[in-house]
């Protein structure tokens, strides 16, 4: 918890499915400011996400982007253009390009002719299953498939799920990591599926200023599994790796 002035705010940017940080994810962050919006619907790029994202934080002079898996890649994205007030970067599930094996981009790509029974019954099961781990039905907040794909259902419409997917097969920032000018950290779980161990490294080699942190029986979704290790984590970063910097910060002439 901190109450210091100098705390920066906390914007929190969801995953894939667009719905914003719920209250239950979001009691970790307790004493700390903590801004979560929707994700616009209907974009096709993430650098469009990232536009609209770099609006949204002007008016906060100091500012941490949390992102979670598509969210991190949005956080990615806009922290390579080092907007002013960036003061932290914290990436769960992150990527800095497409994720997608072949064959998984090509049936992705697929997602936007998936009409009627097709979306909630075939396409939806599918990302859901590439989503879950074998530590989500014990977890303290246990999840299964079927709860992933209802939560896509209940806040993702089929277009918008389509444009998504497209923006992730042409995602790549890996040639801008180097620009991050930021403490980062990257919370991997232990178990991931979706996004891989390459994917996870390319980033922690890409990034100067950068600290991976692993939770231990955790898989992709573990936002939602494991709220509170998962926000512990976070706050700990920002309390030690930003608000420790300013206070170590040598005062001035």
């Known amino acids: 918890m901190s109450t210091n002035d100098t705390a920066p705010v906390i914007i929190a940017v969801p995953c894939f499915?667009?719905?914003?940080?719920?209250?239950?994810?979001?009691?970790?962050?307790?004493?700390?400011?903590?801004?979560?919006?929707?994700?616009?619907?209907?974009?096709?790029?993430?650098?469009?996400?990232?536009?609209?994202?770099?609006?949204?934080?002007?008016?906060?002079?100091?500012?941490?982007?949390?992102?979670?898996?598509?969210?991190?890649?949005?956080?990615?994205?806009?922290a390579t253009r080092r907007p002013a007030g960036l003061v932290g970067l914290a990436l769960s599930g992150g990527f800095a390009s497409n994720p997608l094996p072949i064959w998984k981009a090509a049936a992705a790509r697929l997602s936007r002719f998936s009409f009627g029974p097709l979306w909630p019954h075939a396409t939806l099961r599918f990302h859901a299953s590439q989503l879950a781990s074998p530590y989500d039905r014990t977890a303290p907040e246990p999840h299964a498939p079927n709860d992933f794909r209802r939560f896509f259902l209940s806040h993702t419409n089929r277009e918008t799920y389509a444009a998504r997917v497209l923006s992730v097969v042409n995602f790549d920032v890996r040639s801008r990591l180097h620009e991050i000018?930021?403490?980062?950290?990257?919370?991997?779980?232990?178990?991931?599926?979706?996004?891989?161990?390459?994917?996870?490294?390319?980033?922690?080699?890409?990034?100067?200023?950068?600290?991976?942190?692993?939770?231990?029986?955790?898989?992709?979704?573990?936002?939602?599994?494991?709220?509170?290790?998962?926000?512990a984590?976070?706050?700990?970063?920002?309390?030690?790796?930003?608000?420790?910097?300013?206070?170590?910060?040598?005062?001035?002439?």
């Open 181 to 231: 000018d930021v403490p980062t950290l990257v919370l991997s779980p232990s178990y991931d599926h979706l996004v891989g161990r390459r994917l996870t490294d390319e980033l922690v080699a890409g990034i100067p200023d950068v600290r991976e942190i692993v939770l231990e029986r955790t898989g992709h979704m573990f936002r939602f599994t494991h709220p509170d290790q998962y926000g």
């Open 17 to 78: 499915a667009g719905a914003p940080w719920d209250e239950r994810q979001l009691r970790p962050f307790a004493g700390w400011t903590v801004v979560t919006r929707r994700l616009p619907e209907g974009l096709g790029r993430v650098e469009a996400y990232a536009d609209v994202l770099a609006a949204q934080v002007r008016e906060y002079a100091r500012f941490v982007l949390a992102g979670d898996s598509y969210g991190a890649a949005i956080a990615l994205e806009l």
């Open 233 to 253: 984590a976070i706050v700990a970063f920002v309390e030690r790796e930003v608000l420790g910097r300013t206070r170590r910060r040598p005062a001035g002439p």
